[in-house]
Nanobody, 121 residues
């Protein structure tokens, strides 16, 4: 399984970006998630979506980010609105086989290479 994240870039604070994660195979039975890692910090959970469509968000992005999935296109999205400088990081998509969304990176077996998001204040 390969995951390819795209859609990152540079945006001013308050702006929006939409990240996409394209999987090489079917994802309808998997839990998908986005993590991020800022320079000098540990990787952290951002958002996840279960096979049934249940979602979970980190407190820091609730109300601003929305995760969604299109199983027919083998793609997961992360719509990011009201971006803040603290959102600057490399964003990774991940795929796990669990039924529930987990916030720990160890719950995910496959990872994409990441896409850089830079928010200028």
């Amino acid at each position: 399984v390969q995951l390819q994240a795209s859609g990152g870039g540079m945006v001013q604070a308050g702006g929006s970006l939409r990240l996409s994660c394209a999987a090489s195979g079917r994802i309808f039975s998997d839990t998908m998630a986005w993590f991020r890692q800022a320079q000098g910090k540990e990787r952290e959970f951002v958002a996840g979506i279960s096979r049934s469509g249940n979602t979970l968000y980190a407190e820091s992005v609730k109300g601003r980010f929305t995760i969604s999935r299109d199983n027919a296109k083998y793609t997961v999205y992360l719509q990011m609105n009201s971006l803040e400088s603290e959102d600057t990081a490399v964003y990774y998509c991940a795929k796990g086989s669990g039924f529930f969304v987990r916030m720990v990176s160890g719950a995910y077996e496959y990872w994409g290479r990441g896409t850089q998001v830079t928010v200028s204040s």
